[in-house]
């Protein structure tokens, strides 16, 4: 029998407690164990930035995290960063700006715009491209997404409320 | 004609159409709450694990699952010989699923596990034992048809050769389009120019690997969630592999994240079905990125030649083509379409096309965008190209020059209906970015594309709700918009607001058959079909106001989302109304329709790459980039944007770096994104889109397909520009630093 | 070649001192240790053998810390390249070794991958390599035997192999501060922007006397042979130049490009050609030799 490692951490501000085998990814954990399948698994291996979480400040591809090292850590996922009912500027601006199409990339990209504007609130569309490019789209060709971005950005800095 | 014509169709007097709400799916999209095709989890659900074949040809000699199945947690394990032998019409189809005596392409699917833990499963594959006699194999066109190579397919004789066939061979079929007299047509040439040309298979890349959910009772009856282009084409695929009606399977779609084609094909659902029937409980197989890239899409590597001959003046005289494609390990390459398409976009009345269709021994090739029409293209717009260039005339005019128009007969056989083509030419040349001046080292390339789209079958229902809300189901799923756009039409038809219509993707047991999302057909077929029930909607409607009034139906007509009387009379009644008294007037109000559609609008696109070439190392850096496409008409233009910009992303990929690398014993190097290369964020600039609206008779709004065409001229495009940065022809796609960089060598 | 994600039967430690993990590297016959994992994970999953003990060296504060001494840097061997990039003073003084580092992968890999990872990964074309080679960077090793310091040039000796002996793992890189006007830089080919493996890399080094001549020379190629290699006859030639307008003469850089050149026994593969990295070798050379003095001159 194997034993299981019991993990617990912060996800989305709620503690938050799960059984995994050391070897699982914490993408899977998170997905499998907690039921938060906001993060897809794209690759795996960290090339498509679909899995991407923010863990303890910085922006993460879960699926190179192995589940025990998220013990005693801070996890904020897509499903995370709406307050309520109310949407973040970035998932407002990609809805408005059609920023999506089949919307599989979308969590991740989210996830990788909020670090990038929480650091840089006023990127450039060349540094929204560098910092997205950890990300990959098949479907929009980017435009779009870059446009949301900037969009957000200039929402963010009038709201003067760039959320923790 | 099934779709009900309008003369509305030139009138852009829309209220709904055209505008740019926000997509109905998209808040589940933002939040994370949408379910793709690996995020469903059912009680007491099995994890499901593919064994695949690490040989490019071989006998399969034996499999032993005895261990496989011994070990704790292991619940069911399947082979080949769980399912009906694979032969008649669905024979391909059948062991491309799961291989039977011989496997036929590195990651051919030999055998599947379902266990209880991932790891376990994992470990099951390891302990089935498979005994194979490897087999010599051939990976490219001139291999496969090289003499005394190996023969895939014992019985397979070439459809279409002439003389017949009689001697099997790898050579599935021969395509052959010809008008004309060549010799006539080449000897009227000023110019003639010719070239060889190469591209190598590329995958559709969707972001989303395969997955599939399937939960089936011991007597049969199969619940299948999965991710697809058509959940009634998965459906009935899978009843043909298992040989099982097709009423037995349910197939309830997931959200798909991103299919390009590559999706109309089933991988996995009959062996979960399968595995699931085994073990007495529902299983989940997800593919990973490695599974994705061996054994799904790609589109077919070539080889082609294409010699075309021109007046000095720029009149075309005479066009040769002559394409070979590589169809995967079983017959069924798009070389029809790309023969059928690469010369569509020209009067030419002397013309050979001819194609061949040829197996080797890597993955079966799936659609990907507009199937083969990039390819043939490439060739073609590419010696266009070159033609310009030597009589010195502008690319653009040259192709005007020769541009097809309503009434002309396409090289493929029929006469174009209306079609916008050459305003896309215009648009590019009244862009401002065609003065643009362009600095050292850089260059601009220009290239059109044509593809047909398609129609096929679909169907809707049309739900209203007791409050005069309305729901609209169809089945066709959701890739990038579509819900939205089926929204718009059904506001726009029944005159309420759109923030009232919930358009839904409904599974295989609640709406009518309808065919994959592929083709570009969805808005114009399916959205056909909503605009049809809605109609019928209206028809109702009318009769029940004119029931309640009293009066003839023709005295009642239905305005701006009202039943008003022709004369004023009455108060108006609107669909909240009628549907709150539905009791007295006929009980609840619902309709659906189906239609094979038929006025499919022709899709064309003009595009300019504008590059920089590093003269030092081949790296190419795409600088500006332009592409008018015609859409008919556009139901959200956001969305239509989005597939233009889609297209021309996954062609400059295409054109600069993707390819698929096997080694010498037919094994893929490169099955992941790191090394697969498709453009991330830094590697692209703004695609700058045109949105050209000549309306396609064929439909009530004038839509035309827009899905497609978009990826089918940026392969020439930025060889065309890679030309005029350095003044290297390049025939062999990937246009890769390194090819590049040889070229420049060369002097 | 695996089909299947997930289900790796391994078991995770997370020490928190050097003296636990040296403990507990010894007391497994197939242990490992590892930083961000972002070679440990696309490995294991590629079906190469899977450790069976998996040592998470990021609880250990020491291996984690990047502290100036006023001497030199000291960079924990499993600090997260994020921390180097983000860190302006570190930046200030070894900009080539940054942007290397800030070259790994995504900002989404940048938060797991380590300099330790890159380097005893031993890939050819490790980004941070050429830069650690050029600053001439020194590794301190643990084992139960204590510690010892060794150049980072001696640590890889092929394609996933190192000199370091079992039971061993690396605590830190040393790198001096430079004592006169000095630069680095380092530039990579790759078909992409991002998220891309170097074709060819180049890291270079370079230090000015009072007089603006060159005192002192590095480069250093990746991606060209089995290990990351030092160009030595490129560093002779450059040794004593003097600079006119910013840069040596033409001859002088002809010489670097044809020494860089000459220095790769590279492989055809998938990434690329004999033919190709040779020629690119030497132009990257040039480039990062010339990006290298104009930081040195505005030092
Ligand atoms: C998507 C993606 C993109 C990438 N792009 C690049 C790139 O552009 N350039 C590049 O150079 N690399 C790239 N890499 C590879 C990888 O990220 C780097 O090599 C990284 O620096 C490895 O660091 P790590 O901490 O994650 O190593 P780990 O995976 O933790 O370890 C790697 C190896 O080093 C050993 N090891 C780790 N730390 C120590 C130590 N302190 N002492 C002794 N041995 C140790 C481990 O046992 C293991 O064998 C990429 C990886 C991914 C997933
Ligand atoms: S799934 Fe983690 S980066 Fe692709
Ligand atoms: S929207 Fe489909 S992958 Fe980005």
Same mark, same amino acid.
């Given at each position: 029998?194997?034993?299981?490692?019991?993990?617990?951490?912060?996800?989305?501000?709620?503690?938050?407690?799960?059984?995994?085998?050391?070897?699982?990814?914490?993408?899977?954990?998170?997905?499998?164990?907690?039921?938060?399948?906001?993060?897809?698994?794209?690759?795996?291996?960290?090339?498509?930035?679909?899995? %991407?979480?923010?863990?303890?400040?910085?922006?993460?591809?879960?699926?190179?995290?192995?589940?025990?090292?998220?013990?005693? %850590?801070?996890?904020?996922?897509?499903?995370?960063?709406?307050?309520?009912?109310?949407?973040?500027?970035?998932?407002?601006?990609?809805?408005?700006?059609?920023?999506?199409?089949?919307?599989?990339?979308?969590?991740?990209?989210?996830?990788? %715009?909020?670090?990038?504007?929480?650091?840089?609130?006023?990127?450039?569309?060349?540094?929204?491209?560098?910092?997205?490019?950890?990300?990959?789209?098949?479907?929009?060709?980017?435009?779009?997404?870059?446009?949301?971005?900037?969009?957000?950005?200039?929402?963010?800095?009038?709201?003067?409320?760039?959320?923790? | 004609?099934?779709?009900?014509?309008?003369?509305?169709?030139?009138?852009?007097?829309?209220?709904? /159409? *055209?505008?740019?709400?926000?997509?109905?799916?998209?808040?589940?999209?933002?939040?994370?709450?949408?379910?793709?095709?690996?995020?469903?989890?059912?009680?007491?659900?099995?994890?499901?694990?593919?064994?695949?074949?690490?040989?490019?040809?071989?006998?399969?000699?034996?499999?032993?699952?005895?261990?496989?199945?011994?070990?704790?947690?292991?619940?069911?394990?399947?082979?080949?010989?769980?399912?009906?032998?694979?032969?008649?019409?669905?024979?391909?189809?059948?062991?491309? !699923?799961?291989?039977?005596?011989?496997?036929?392409?590195?990651?051919?699917?030999?055998?599947?596990?379902?266990?209880?833990?991932?790891?376990?499963?994992?470990?099951?594959?390891?302990?089935?034992?498979?005994?194979?006699?490897?087999?010599?194999?051939?990976?490219?066109?001139?291999?496969?048809?090289?003499?005394?190579?190996?023969?895939?397919?014992?019985?397979?004789?070439?459809?279409?050769?002439?003389?017949?066939?009689?001697?099997?061979?790898?050579?599935?079929?021969?395509?052959?389009?010809?008008?004309?007299?060549?010799?006539?047509?080449?000897?009227?040439?000023?110019?003639?120019?010719?070239?060889?040309?190469?591209?190598?298979?590329?995958?559709?890349?969707?972001?989303?690997?395969?997955?599939?959910?399937?939960?089936?009772?011991?007597?049969?009856?199969?619940?299948?969630?999965?991710?697809?282009?058509?959940?009634?084409?998965?459906?009935?695929?899978?009843?043909?592999?298992?040989?099982?009606?097709?009423?037995?399977?349910?197939?309830?779609?997931?959200?798909?994240?991103?299919?390009?084609?590559?999706?109309?094909?089933?991988?996995?659902?009959?062996?979960?079905?399968?595995?699931?029937?085994?073990?007495?409980?529902?299983?989940?197989?997800?593919?990973?990125?490695?599974?994705?890239?061996?054994?799904?899409?790609?589109?077919?590597?070539?080889?082609?030649?294409?010699?075309?001959?021109?007046?000095?003046?720029?009149?075309?005289?005479?066009?040769?083509?002559?394409?070979?494609?590589?169809?995967?390990?079983?017959?069924?390459?798009?070389?029809?379409?790309?023969?059928?398409?690469?010369?569509?976009?020209?009067?030419?009345?002397?013309?050979?096309?001819?194609?061949?269709?040829?197996?080797?021994?890597?993955?079966?090739?799936?659609?990907?965008?507009?199937?083969?029409?990039?390819?043939?293209?490439?060739?073609?717009?590419?010696?266009? &190209?070159?033609?310009?260039?030597?009589?010195?005339?502008?690319?653009?005019?040259?192709?005007?020059?020769?541009?097809?128009?309503?009434?002309?007969?396409?090289?493929?056989?029929?006469?174009?209906?209306?079609?916008?083509?050459?305003?896309?030419?215009?648009?590019?040349?009244?862009?401002?970015?065609?003065?643009?001046?362009? *600095?050292?080292?850089?260059?601009?390339?220009?290239?059109?594309?044509?593809?047909?789209?398609?129609?096929?079958?679909?169907?809707?229902?049309?739900?209203?709700?007791?409050?005069?809300?309305?729901?609209?189901?169809?089945?066709?799923?959701?890739?990038?918009?579509?819900?939205?756009?089926?929204?718009?039409?059904?506001?726009?038809?029944?005159?309420? &607001?759109?923030?009232?219509?919930?358009?839904?993707?409904?599974?295989?047991?609640?709406?009518?058959?309808?065919?994959?999302?592929?083709?570009?057909?969805?808005?114009?077929?399916?959205?056909?079909?909503? /605009?049809?029930?809605?109609?019928?909607?209206?028809? &109702?409607?009318?009769?029940?106001?004119?029931?309640?009034?009293?009066?003839?139906?023709?005295?009642?007509?239905? /305005?701006?989302?009202?039943?008003?009387?022709?004369?004023?009379?009455?108060?108006?009644?609107?669909?909240? &109304?009628?549907?709150?008294?539905?009791?007295?007037?006929?009980?609840?109000?619902?309709?659906?329709?189906?239609?094979?559609?038929?006025? /499919?609008?022709?899709?064309?696109?003009?595009?300019?790459?504008?590059?920089?070439?590093?003269?030092?190392?081949?790296?190419?850096?795409?600088?500006?980039? !332009?592409?008018?496409?015609?859409?008919?008409?556009?139901?959200?233009?956001?969305?239509?944007?989005?597939?233009?910009?889609?297209?021309?992303?996954?062609?400059?990929?295409?054109?600069?770096?993707?390819?698929?690398?096997?080694?010498?014993?037919?094994?893929?190097?490169?099955?992941?994104?790191?090394?697969?290369?498709?453009?991330?964020?830094?590697?692209?600039?703004?695609?700058?889109?045109?949105?050209?609206?000549?309306?396609?008779?064929?439909?009530?709004?004038?839509?035309?397909?827009?899905?497609?065409? *978009?990826?089918?001229?940026?392969?020439?495009?930025?060889?065309?520009?890679?030309?005029?940065?350095?003044?290297?022809?390049?025939?062999?796609?990937?246009?890769?630093?390194?090819?590049?960089?040889?070229?420049?060598?060369?002097? | 070649?695996?089909?299947?994600?997930?289900?790796?039967?391994?078991?995770?430690?997370?020490?928190?001192?050097?003296?636990?993990?040296?403990?507990?590297?010894?007391?497994?016959?197939?242990?490992?240790?590892?930083?961000?994992?972002?070679?440990?994970?696309?490995?294991?999953?590629?079906?190469?053998?899977?450790?069976?003990?998996?040592?998470?060296?990021?609880?250990?504060?020491?291996?984690?810390?990047?502290?100036?001494?006023?001497?030199?840097?000291?960079?924990?061997?499993?600090?997260?390249?994020?921390?180097?990039?983000?860190?302006?003073?570190?930046?200030?003084?070894?900009?080539?070794?940054?942007?290397?580092?800030?070259?790994?992968?995504?900002?989404?890999?940048?938060?797991?991958?380590?300099?330790?990872?890159?380097?005893?990964?031993?890939?050819?074309?490790?980004?941070?390599?050429?830069?650690?080679?050029?600053?001439?960077?020194?590794?301190?090793?643990?084992?139960?035997?204590?510690?010892?310091?060794?150049?980072?040039?001696?640590?890889?000796?092929?394609?996933?192999?190192?000199?370091?002996?079992?039971?061993?793992?690396?605590?830190?890189?040393?790198?001096?501060?430079?004592?006169?006007?000095?630069?680095?830089?380092?530039?990579?080919?790759?078909?992409?922007?991002?998220?891309?493996?170097?074709?060819?890399?180049?890291?270079?080094?370079?230090?000015?006397?009072?007089?603006?001549?060159?005192?002192?020379?590095?480069?250093?190629?990746?991606?060209?042979?089995?290990?990351?290699?030092?160009?030595?006859?490129?560093?002779?030639?450059?040794?004593?130049?003097?600079?006119?307008?910013?840069?040596?003469?033409?001859?002088?850089?002809?010489?670097?490009?044809?020494?860089?050149?000459?220095?790769?026994?590279?492989?055809?593969?998938?990434?690329?050609?004999?033919?190709?990295?040779?020629?690119?070798?030497?132009?990257?050379?040039?480039?990062?030799?010339?990006?290298?003095?104009?930081?040195?001159?505005?030092?």
């Amino acid at each position: 029998m194997s034993t299981k490692t019991h993990v617990t951490c912060i996800i989305n501000g709620d503690e938050t407690d799960f059984l995994t085998e050391d070897g699982e990814s914490l993408l899977n954990a998170l997905r499998d164990e907690v039921g938060l399948t906001g993060a897809k698994e794209g690759c795996g291996t960290g090339d498509c930035g679909a899995c %991407s979480i923010i863990m303890n400040g910085d922006l993460t591809a879960s699926c190179l995290v192995f589940a025990p090292e998220a013990q005693c %850590s801070t996890i904020v996922t897509v499903e995370g960063l709406a307050d309520g009912d109310h949407l973040h500027p970035l998932q407002q601006c990609f809805l408005e700006g059609a920023a999506l199409q089949c919307g599989v990339c979308t969590p991740g990209f989210l996830v990788a %715009s909020k670090v990038l504007l929480d650091r840089n609130p006023n990127p450039d569309d060349t540094e929204i491209r560098y910092a997205l490019a950890g990300n990959l789209c098949r479907c929009t060709g980017y435009d779009k997404i870059v446009r949301a971005v900037k969009e957000a950005a200039v929402q963010l800095r009038e709201n003067g409320k760039v959320q923790a | 004609m099934t779709i009900a014509e309008d003369p509305a169709t030139t009138n852009p007097g829309y209220k709904w /159409v *055209g505008t740019r709400p926000i997509r109905p799916d998209g808040f589940e999209k933002v939040t994370g709450r949408a379910k793709f095709g690996a995020d469903l989890y059912l009680p007491g659900m099995l994890h499901g694990a593919v064994l695949r074949s690490p040989h490019a040809h071989a006998k399969i000699l034996s499999i032993d699952t005895s261990e496989a199945e011994a070990m704790a947690g292991v619940k069911s394990v399947i082979t080949g010989d769980d399912f009906p032998p694979a032969m008649g019409k669905e024979k391909d189809m059948a062991s491309n !699923t799961i291989a039977r005596d011989k496997v036929l392409y590195e990651g051919h699917v030999v055998a599947a596990v379902a266990a209880t833990s991932r790891a376990q499963a994992r470990a099951a594959l390891d302990a089935i034992k498979v005994t194979y006699e490897v087999l010599p194999h051939v990976l490219t066109v001139d291999q496969a048809m090289a003499a005394g190579a190996p023969v895939l397919h014992d019985g397979m004789l070439t459809k279409g050769s002439e003389p017949a066939a009689t001697e099997p061979s790898n050579v599935a079929s021969r395509v052959i389009y010809q008008g004309g007299d060549l010799d006539k047509g080449f000897a009227e040439a000023d110019v003639v120019v010719e070239h060889e040309f190469t591209t190598k298979p590329v995958h559709q890349g969707y972001i989303e690997p395969h997955a599939a959910v399937a939960d089936t009772t011991p007597d049969g009856r199969s619940t299948v969630w999965c991710s697809s282009q058509g959940h009634f084409a998965m459906r009935t695929y899978s009843a043909q592999v298992l040989g099982w009606d097709s009423g037995r399977i349910r197939v309830i779609p997931a959200e798909i994240g991103g299919g390009f084609g590559g999706k109309t094909v089933i991988y996995l659902e009959p062996l979960a079905i399968k595995l699931s029937q085994k073990a007495g409980r529902p299983v989940k197989i997800v593919m990973s990125r490695d599974e994705v890239f061996r054994a799904t899409g790609p589109t077919s590597g070539s080889r082609m030649t294409a010699k075309i001959g021109a007046t000095k003046d720029g009149k075309i005289t005479a066009a040769d083509v002559h394409l070979w494609f590589e169809a995967g390990a079983y017959a069924g390459s798009p070389v029809g379409a790309a023969a059928m398409c690469c010369l569509a976009p020209y009067k030419v009345e002397n013309f050979t096309i001819e194609g061949f269709d040829v197996v080797v021994n890597k993955p079966r090739v799936a659609a990907y965008r507009a199937p083969g029409a990039p390819i043939s293209g490439f060739a073609v717009e590419s010696v266009m &190209d070159e033609i310009a260039k030597s009589i010195g005339m502008d690319p653009i005019e040259f192709r005007l020059a020769n541009v097809v128009e309503e009434g002309d007969t396409a090289t493929y056989g029929p006469k174009f209906p209306r079609i916008g083509y050459k305003e896309t030419l215009e648009a590019i040349k009244n862009h401002p970015n065609y003065q643009e001046p362009l *600095g050292p080292n850089q260059g601009r390339g220009i290239a059109v594309g044509f593809w047909f789209n398609a129609g096929m079958n679909s169907s809707a229902t049309v739900n209203v709700n007791e409050d005069g809300t309305v729901n609209v189901l169809t089945g066709s799923p959701d890739i990038g918009g579509s819900r939205a756009s089926m929204a718009l039409m059904a506001a726009e038809e029944l005159g309420v &607001d759109v923030a009232r219509i919930s358009p839904n993707v409904a599974d295989t047991a609640t709406v009518g058959f309808n065919d994959v999302t592929g083709g570009s057909r969805t808005t114009l077929a399916t959205g056909g079909a909503v /605009v049809n029930a809605c109609r019928m909607i209206i028809e &109702d409607l009318r009769g029940r106001a004119a029931k309640q009034w009293d009066v003839a139906a023709d005295q009642v007509e239905w /305005v701006d989302g009202q039943a008003q009387m022709v004369d004023g009379s009455q108060p108006p009644l609107s669909l909240a &109304d009628i549907a709150k008294g539905w009791a007295r007037t006929g009980g609840p109000i619902a309709a659906s329709a189906s239609l094979n559609a038929r006025g /499919v609008g022709a899709g064309f696109s003009t595009q300019m790459c504008d590059l920089e070439v590093d003269p030092e190392t081949g790296v190419v850096t795409i600088v500006r980039y !332009t592409t008018a496409q015609d859409a008919g008409r556009a139901i959200h233009p956001s969305y239509v944007e989005g597939q233009f910009q889609g297209g021309v992303a996954q062609g400059i990929g295409w054109a600069l770096n993707e390819e698929y690398v096997h080694n010498a014993d037919g094994v893929m190097e490169n099955a992941g994104f790191l090394d697969y290369r498709m453009p991330v964020a830094s590697d692209l600039p703004m695609i700058d889109t045109v949105i050209v609206e000549v309306p396609n008779p064929g439909h009530p709004y004038g839509v035309r397909g827009v899905g497609e065409v *978009g990826i089918v001229p940026p392969l020439a495009a930025v060889a065309n520009a890679v030309d005029s940065a350095t003044g290297k022809r390049i025939c062999h796609l990937p246009l890769s630093p390194i090819r590049i960089l040889d070229a420049l060598l060369e002097g | 070649m695996t089909f299947n994600p997930g289900g790796l039967p391994v078991k995770y430690f997370s020490p928190s001192t050097i003296e636990e993990a040296v403990e507990l590297l010894s007391s497994g016959p197939n242990r490992r240790v590892f930083a961000g994992a972002t070679d440990v994970v696309p490995q294991m999953r590629s079906g190469r053998p899977a450790p069976d003990g998996l040592i998470d060296l990021k609880g250990i504060e020491r291996l984690i810390s990047v502290t100036d001494t006023g001497s030199m840097w000291v960079i924990g061997a499993a600090a997260p390249t994020v921390r180097l990039t983000s860190n302006p003073a570190f930046v200030a003084s070894f900009p080539g070794l940054a942007e290397a580092s800030g070259l790994i992968g995504s900002d989404q890999v940048q938060s797991r991958s380590s300099l330790g990872g890159n380097l005893c990964n031993s890939s050819p074309a490790a980004d941070s390599v050429p830069a650690l080679f050029a600053n001439r960077a020194r590794a301190v090793i643990a084992s139960g035997a204590g510690t010892r310091t060794i150049a980072v040039q001696d640590v890889p000796t092929g394609p996933g192999r190192t000199s370091l002996a079992p039971g061993e793992f690396i605590i830190e890189f040393e790198i001096d501060r430079p004592t006169t006007n000095s630069g680095d830089a380092y530039f990579r080919l790759t078909p992409r922007t991002e998220m891309d493996i170097a074709v060819v890399g180049a890291g270079a080094r370079v230090d000015l006397d009072g007089a603006g001549t060159i005192s002192s020379a590095t480069l250093a190629l990746g991606a060209v042979a089995p290990t990351v290699v030092r160009v030595p006859d490129a560093e002779a030639a450059l040794l004593g130049a003097a600079l006119t307008n910013g840069a040596p003469s033409d001859d002088v850089l002809a010489a670097v490009a044809a020494a860089a050149s000459a220095a790769c026994n590279p492989i055809d593969d998938k990434r690329g050609t004999i033919k190709y990295r040779r020629h690119v070798a030497g132009v990257l050379a040039r480039r990062s030799i010339l990006a290298a003095i104009a930081r040195a001159s505005a030092a």
